[in-house]
């Protein structure tokens, strides 16, 4: 079976995807979810949710401030490399937050690598093909390796494959492959 096609939305049209914007354009969303094709946002410029790309490369899109209304601003601001100074993400300010493949160490103030797989992982994130959670012992958090498929677990990110389901029996949830349908 095949789509549709249709033309791509021009500037100011309603959007559900970025995909349905034509060009470099890309679907903005409102503080009430309702999508308009325009230009993405540029460094300084403000965006509507925090995560939306920007049009600059190293620059991201997070929450700066309280609105008025006690609502977030965002607004594009510039992310730092490895060693350089960062606010951490959960704070709003208009510092900048870490690029992919680094966390902003609290402690520091400053980008440190992600811990990588048997490494303390303080701030719960960890490096590609690793995850963060307390170990058997319940001590402090630290990476772990995820489960092969079969393996009981409580979360997607546990899974090697990335899928964690109920095993279909009323049991657990365990990892499983990722199925693709072919039509």
Known sequence: MGGICRLAAATGAACELDADCGGALACRFDLDGNGTCGAAPTAGQACF???EPCADLGTWC???GI???????AACVRTAAL?????PQDVVSAGPICRAGTTCSGAAGVCIALPPVGAACPD???APGGYCATDATG???VCLAPHL???ACRADAECAAGTCANDGHG??????AVTTCAH
């Open 171 to 176: 049991g657990s949830s365990v990892c499983t």
């Open 124 to 126: 719960h994130a960890c």
């Open 149 to 151: 498929h079969g393996t």
């Open 139 to 141: 001590a402090s958090p």
């Open 62 to 64: 997070r929450t700066v």
């Open 49 to 51: 949710v925090a995560g």
């Open 83 to 87: 060693g350089e100074a960062c606010s």
């Open 67 to 73: 609105g008025k209304a006690g609502g977030g601003v």
